[in-house]
């Protein structure tokens, strides 16, 4: 069963912030954050296990409420290099599937 | 290291066509997992493998087919190519599928006519 992301697209100037969510009606085991560019493979942003933690990468962040299932990708005083499509993929406890969600096109303006 | 590859990067199939996509990693890592792409639709999982012999199926797996005879290699089949199965493929391969990163192939880039 896909992830919620929410919202689908978001439109930003340079330097405004900006938050994608994740969301699943199951228990969840880790969360994990990709980021695609047009036309390129997607790239590895961070993973979070159960337990509630934050993790961060220089501007962009997230959390993971595992009783809530559901996670949030923080991107901070946004640059036009983080415009893409960000997806969310989420595991479960006596599964190996990665499954992820229909993404959040974010588009970074000068 | 030449990190997961995949090829033919571009195909253009007929219906009822079959085929073979190739992907292959040279990391040493145990799961893969074969994902397509349509617009809207995000990534979907297709079929994926925990280790030499062991493959068991995605989201939406019908129409292929896949084997895992060796570590490296994780050929997905397409037995009768559809219109549907139109699509921009991406292998992936890891040491486990819940605790690291995952690292994708470039893609292939199928077209059915």
């Known amino acids: 069963q896909q992830p919620v992301q929410s919202p689908q697209a978001v439109i930003l100037r340079e330097g405004e912030d900006a938050v994608i969510n994740c969301s699943s009606s199951k228990a969840l085991y880790s969360v994990h954050w990709y980021r695609q560019k047009h036309g390129e493979a997607p790239v590895f942003l961070m993973i979070l296990l159960k337990g509630g933690e934050q993790k961060g990468h220089e501007k962009i962040s997230a959390s993971f409420n595992e009783k809530k299932q559901q996670s949030s990708l923080y991107l901070t005083a946004s640059q036009l290099s983080y415009s893409g499509t960000y997806f969310c993929g989420l595991t479960q406890g006596g599964s190996e599937k990665l499954v992820f969600g229909k993404g959040t096109k974010l588009t970074v303006n000068p | 290291n030449a990190g997961v590859t995949q090829t033919p990067k571009f195909q253009v199939l007929k219906t009822g066509q079959s085929m073979t996509l190739q992907c292959a990693q040279d990391?040493?890592?145990?799961?893969m997992s074969w994902y397509r792409q349509d617009p809207g639709m995000g990534l979907r999982l297709i079929h994926y493998s925990v280790g030499a012999g062991i493959t068991d199926q995605g989201e939406v797996p019908n129409g292929y087919n896949v084997s895992r005879s060796t570590t490296e290699d994780f050929p997905l089949r397409l037995l009768s190519a559809a219109p549907s199965q139109t699509s921009v493929y991406f292998c992936a391969s890891s040491y486990t599928v819940k605790r690291v990163e995952q690292y994708f192939g470039p893609g292939t880039r199928l077209t059915v006519t």
């Open positions: 990391m040493n890592h145990e799961y």
